[in-house]
């Protein structure tokens, strides 16, 4: 279960396809939710299975979305079972230059034991150097995270988060 899944657990209803095949998405899906704000759900970039030209695109989109003058934060889908790749940090320097707030949702936390799902997350707080109320471990499958991620995303909407 991906970004998709963690998107539709997150408002409550299937909004986004999902498939078994990660990678699907191949452009930016808006979704306009309570008719007050959107979700933008771009392709994730770590599993894409496109060729170097649509990959440059990609990154083109995932840019420009950053640049949006209205845009509030970033929900940044991590898999916390797997280290930072090389696409991971490039996404981090982006993030880092263009979005105005960054939220790092730690995906497939019900894929590891309650003390490695604590030690990968604090790992991977230190290497990201966001604080604690920025990353969050979540799991589409059991719900895991979803209130406390909505609750950050209220902030973010609301202007409030720091």
Do not use: C
Not at 152 to 159: D, E, F, K, Q
């Amino acid at each position: 279960m991906g970004k998709s899944s963690l998107l539709n657990a997150l408002v409550g209803q299937r909004i986004a396809k999902t498939s078994g095949t990660p990678g699907k998405t191949r452009a930016l899906n808006v979704f306009l939710i309570d008719r007050s704000h959107y979700f933008l759900d771009l392709p994730g970039y770590g599993y894409a299975r496109a060729g170097k030209a649509q990959r440059a695109a990609f990154r083109g989109l995932v840019k420009h979305a950053l640049r949006r003058e209205r845009l509030r934060g970033v929900v940044w889908l991590l898999d916390i079972r797997h280290p930072l790749s090389a696409d991971d940090q490039a996404m981090q320097d982006a993030l880092a230059e263009e979005a105005p707030q960054v939220l790092a949702a730690l995906t497939k936390g019900d894929k590891l034991s309650s003390s490695k799902r604590s030690e990968r997350e604090r790992e991977l707080r230190a290497e990201l150097g966001l604080p604690e109320d920025q990353v969050m471990v979540t799991s589409a499958k059991t719900g895991d995270g979803i209130v406390d991620l909505k609750e950050a995303i209220a902030g973010l909407i609301a202007g409030v988060a720091q």
